[in-house]
């Protein structure tokens, strides 16, 4: 393979319902240092139905050229035409770098892209970097179960590929004023590969906040215990303006479901202010949520990891902390 042939960053944009996701937007901030090492462009990959109108977002949050493939077919998610249409764009392209979001959609789209090219994937990075010797890409992600990080390094293959979990990385400021081009890409598919039809979306009903874009979190570990006192730390979470949310063990204990996990294995979080009630602190749960900006741990082991990364730490059992919180709350919140 004539690896030198292959460059730029590219971004798979994911779009549901005609709407680009927050995921795309960091993944384009990240690919925007990548590129400027490398002294290349940044390009973002849409696809879908009647969502070029969603082309200048992504030029304002970093893209330099958007690759946009408009096709009945691409209105909603179905694995073989997507694999199809970025499959194209690479035989035509030529990418050095994919970037992905690892979401549902992301993960099942990867593996097959990857196959396809005959390429390497790195699922769930956590870091991305430039090496200044080979040029090459870094992909960091956790390995064996979260105790070490591994880098890894695509060095035979093109294009290098990467999902990224969503929360990761920062999104850049959007720039309306930024300068970018939008360009239709035509993709011969194969059509009768195309096996699976969506009939119909039926959406679950939840009232719940997605603990991504939570500014407050109020998080619940082993010490927690029961569902009772989860819904304390929902009186807490409420007079607050926050949401609850827990780490695996309650989850596992089905206590608490997976969408409000924060961890390795969970969701990755960055909110202004983390509450880490009865939550030891192992490296798991510490990848999700030790980009908080403000982390407060309430532990009654005084050597719990978790006050290792914490701005403050209080030394008690939490069932004796949160109902003086919720009451000097509520009187505050009279006046």
């Given at each position: 393979?004539?690896?030198?042939?292959?460059?730029?960053?590219?971004?798979?944009?994911e779009?549901r319902?005609?709407?680009v996701?927050n995921?795309?937007?960091?993944?384009?901030g990240?690919a925007?240092?990548?590129?400027?090492?490398l002294g290349?462009?940044v390009?973002?990959?849409?696809?879908?139905?009647?969502?070029?109108?969603?082309?200048p977002?992504?030029?304002?949050?970093?893209?330099?050229?958007?690759?946009?493939?408009d096709?009945?077919d691409l209105?909603?998610?179905?694995?073989?035409?997507?694999?199809?249409?970025?499959v194209?764009?690479?035989e035509?392209?030529?990418?050095?770098?994919?970037l992905?979001g690892?979401?549902?959609?992301?993960?099942?789209?990867?593996?097959?892209?990857?196959?396809?090219?005959?390429t390497?994937?790195?699922?769930?990075?956590?870091?991305l970097g430039?090496?200044e010797?080979?040029?090459?890409?870094?992909?960091?992600?956790?390995?064996?179960g979260?105790?070490?990080?591994a880098?890894?390094?695509?060095?035979e293959?093109?294009?290098?590929?990467?999902?990224?979990?969503?929360?990761?990385?920062?999104?850049?400021k959007?720039?309306?004023?930024?300068?970018?081009?939008?360009?239709?890409?035509k993709?011969d598919?194969?059509?009768?590969?195309f096996?699976?039809?969506?009939?119909?979306?039926?959406?679950?009903?939840?009232?719940l906040?997605?603990?991504?874009?939570?500014?407050?979190?109020?998080?619940?570990?082993?010490?927690v215990?029961?569902?009772?006192?989860?819904d304390?730390?929902?009186?807490?979470?409420?007079?607050?303006?926050?949401?609850?949310?827990?780490?695996?063990?309650m989850?596992d204990?089905?206590?608490?479901?997976?969408?409000?996990?924060?961890?390795?294995t969970?969701k990755?979080?960055?909110?202004?202010?983390?509450?880490?009630?009865?939550?030891?602190?192992?490296i798991?749960h510490?990848a999700?949520m030790?980009?908080?900006?403000?982390?407060?741990?309430?532990n009654k082991?005084?050597y719990?990891?978790?006050?290792?990364v914490?701005?403050?730490?209080?030394?008690?059992?939490?069932?004796?902390?949160?109902?003086?919180l919720?009451?000097?709350?509520?009187?505050?919140?009279a006046?």
């Amino acid at each position: 393979m004539d690896i030198a042939a292959y460059k730029n960053v590219y971004v798979f944009a994911e779009q549901r319902e005609g709407k680009v996701q927050n995921v795309a937007y960091e993944l384009l901030g990240k690919a925007r240092d990548l590129a400027e090492a490398l002294g290349q462009e940044v390009c973002a990959i849409l696809l879908g139905h009647n969502i070029k109108d969603q082309a200048p977002s992504l030029i304002a949050q970093g893209a330099d050229r958007v690759l946009v493939v408009d096709d009945r077919d691409l209105e909603v998610y179905t694995t073989e035409p997507y694999a199809q249409a970025i499959v194209g764009i690479v035989e035509q392209k030529k990418p050095g770098i994919i970037l992905m979001g690892a979401t549902t959609i992301g993960r099942d789209l990867g593996p097959r892209v990857s196959a396809r090219l005959n390429t390497g994937l790195t699922a769930d990075c956590t870091e991305l970097g430039i090496d200044e010797e080979t040029k090459h890409l870094l992909m960091t992600r956790p390995a064996f179960g979260g105790n070490l990080m591994a880098t890894i390094m695509c060095t035979e293959h093109r294009p290098q590929m990467s999902t990224v979990r969503p929360g990761v990385m920062m999104a850049r400021k959007p720039d309306a004023s930024r300068k970018g081009e939008t360009e239709d890409v035509k993709i011969d598919f194969k059509r009768d590969k195309f096996r699976v039809k969506v009939k119909e979306i039926v959406k679950e009903q939840k009232n719940l906040v997605d603990i991504t874009k939570a500014r407050v979190l109020v998080s619940g570990g082993r010490g927690v215990g029961c569902k009772e006192g989860f819904d304390e730390l929902q009186k807490l979470a409420g007079c607050l303006g926050g949401e609850v949310s827990s780490s695996r063990a309650m989850v596992d204990a089905g206590v608490m479901e997976h969408s409000r996990q924060v961890g390795q294995t969970g969701k990755t979080v960055r909110p202004d202010v983390y509450f880490a009630m009865g939550i030891s602190g192992a490296i798991q749960h510490l990848a999700g949520m030790e980009g908080s900006d403000f982390i407060v741990a309430v532990n009654k082991d005084k050597y719990a990891p978790i006050f290792e990364v914490a701005d403050l730490g209080i030394v008690c059992d939490l069932k004796k902390v949160v109902p003086v919180l919720v009451e000097k709350l509520k009187k505050e919140q009279a006046k």
